[in-house]
């Protein structure tokens, strides 16, 4: 097989997983692809494959196939100890201290989980350290790109290979014996909610797929094998999915400065963590000072400076949508704008929405970056002062009213966000996401029944698609992941 062909197969690998094979591994991707084409009776011809890799849109079957052959699974409870030491002796009494009859909720997110052996790990170290947190909302989000390992870990049994670093004493406190192999007990399975993710793709941090406001977020040894430049992305999500103050639990063979610039660097018990301090944040306020530099991963982590926004915003004309009047030469078109946002240049990237609503009709893909710009630029007052002025100048979309519910909710304006969802559901009643939300609104507000009657809503809906399907307008989200996390809220109502 030539080398062109294999630069090129990488190429569609990175684009698809974010998985990164050097030119000294081509042969063994190679010898993967084939295995994985011939799982899923693909042709195993140079031009099949090349013709597979180049669809735009792959079944949940496909990646997860894909993914099963070029990465490694390799798992078991208790692994890496220096991480769960700093989250048992460091990271939980901490959050205990300052949360105790005020907010006792704890949020964990272990993002790559593989079979299941962390997240159950994290939820035997609740149970068996921390008794006192019984009563507590303790969310143990766990999250991986295959299906067939999500099917495992739901199964929840585990050969004698898988605990080899596992206390005898806690093996048979926490498992059930059967023949061969180990069934976790029920009291820790409910402890963990999985879910579908491709961790390569933007869609966290959100409330949809619940990777939002998390304490820590442990995921190691994955992003080992991602590229360099879809690790710096996973790195800027992972930290926008992250409280202040909460931490970062990556493998200790993929401490990389460069990557997690916008974490501090904390060492513990010989190991190296990252957290999401003070001391990071006024590291990124210098970095922000310069201009934007697309060779720092997190140069573009929020911070700007209000009276500049308001020039912008003051300068720039009042949005009045004419469909008629064309755009200006100038003007960028989507693709500079997404662009744009990317690199985190977000006031003027506000200036040029603002600037191409005025030229021309009103679009659903400016709209969300313009929302997305104001989120990112913490300028969230001045947002909601000109998303309400452009929404009341033009035919606002139910898509708009729902991005725009989605930047309320992440203000905590709840009330105006559930009137901005309803708005969207009149003008699509099949609109499953904003279903979701008015739902996951309610729940919180303790109106179970009003919420329970949303999700219904949802789980109907989502009846007219199959499970490997995308839901429309949701930046890749599978209908199984959601239909398996509308599920998981109603029974917990």
């Known amino acids: ?124 170290i609740f149970k068996e350290c921390f008794p006192e947190l019984n009563d507590w909302n303790i969310t143990i989000l766990a999250t991986d790109i295959s299906p067939n390992a999500i099917q495992k870990a739901l199964q929840g049994e585990y050969t004698e290979w898988s605990f080899r670093e596992t206390e005898a004493e806690l093996k048979s406190k926490y498992f059930v014996a059967s023949g061969k192999n180990w069934i976790i007990q029920p009291e820790i399975k409910k402890m963990v909610t999985f879910m579908y993710l491709n961790l390569s793709k933007n869609s966290y941090p959100s409330t949809l797929t619940n990777t939002e406001t998390m304490d820590v977020i442990f995921c190691r040894n994955v992003m080992m094998y991602f590229t360099p430049e879809v690790i710096k992305e996973v790195s800027n999500r992972f930290f926008h999915s992250i409280v202040q103050n909460g931490w970062l639990i990556t493998g200790q063979v993929e401490l990389n400065d460069e990557y997690f610039s916008a974490f501090e660097r904390v060492p513990f018990n010989q190991g190296v963590f990252y957290r999401k301090s003070e001391r990071a944040k006024e590291k990124i306020k210098n970095t922000q000072s310069r201009s934007p530099d697309r060779s720092l991963p997190f140069s573009n982590v929020k911070n700007v400076k209000k009276v500049e926004a308001r020039k912008i915003i003051q300068s720039t004309p009042k949005p009045i949508i004419q469909v008629t009047k064309p755009p200006e030469k100038n003007s960028l078109n989507n693709a500079e704008l997404e662009k744009l946002f990317q690199s985190g240049q977000y006031l003027k990237c506000i200036e040029s929405c603002l600037k191409m609503m005025d030229n021309s009709s009103l679009d659903n893909q400016i709209f969300r970056i313009l929302v997305n710009a104001y989120a990112n630029s913490g300028l969230t007052n001045d947002g909601e002062e000109v998303i309400d002025r452009v929404l009341s100048k033009s035919q606002a979309t139910s898509e708009m009213y729902y991005t725009y519910a989605s930047f309320l909710k992440e203000r905590n304006n709840e009330k105006l966000s559930e009137v901005m969802l309803k708005k969207a559901i009149y003008l699509n009643h099949k609109h499953i996401l904003a279903h979701l939300m008015l739902g996951e609104l309610f729940e919180k507000g303790d109106k179970r029944d009003l919420a329970n009657k949303y999700y219904e809503t949802v789980v109907e809906l989502l009846e007219n698609f199959h499970d490997h399907e995308i839901i429309p307008e949701s930046d890749g989200l599978h209908v199984g992941g959601i239909r398996a996390l509308t599920l998981n809220r109603m029974n917990k109502l």
């Not at 094979?21 to 190679?30: C, I, L, S, T, V």
């Open 1 to 124: 097989m030539n080398e062109a062909y294999l630069i090129e197969i990488s190429k569609k690998i990175a684009e698809i997983l974010g998985l990164h094979f050097q030119a000294n591994q081509f042969h063994d991707m190679e010898r993967r692809m084939k295995v994985a084409a011939k799982e899923l009776n693909i042709d195993t011809s140079n031009d099949n494959i090349n013709a597979w890799l180049s669809n735009s849109s792959f079944s949940s079957h496909e990646i997860s196939v894909l993914s099963a052959h070029l990465t490694v699974g390799e798992t078991y409870f208790f692994r890496e100890k220096s991480g769960l030491e700093l989250f048992k002796q460091v990271i939980i009494p901490q959050l205990i201290k300052q949360r105790t009859e005020v907010n006792e909720q704890i949020r964990i997110w272990c993002a790559g989980c593989s079979s299941g052996e962390e997240p159950y790990t994290i939820a035997m």
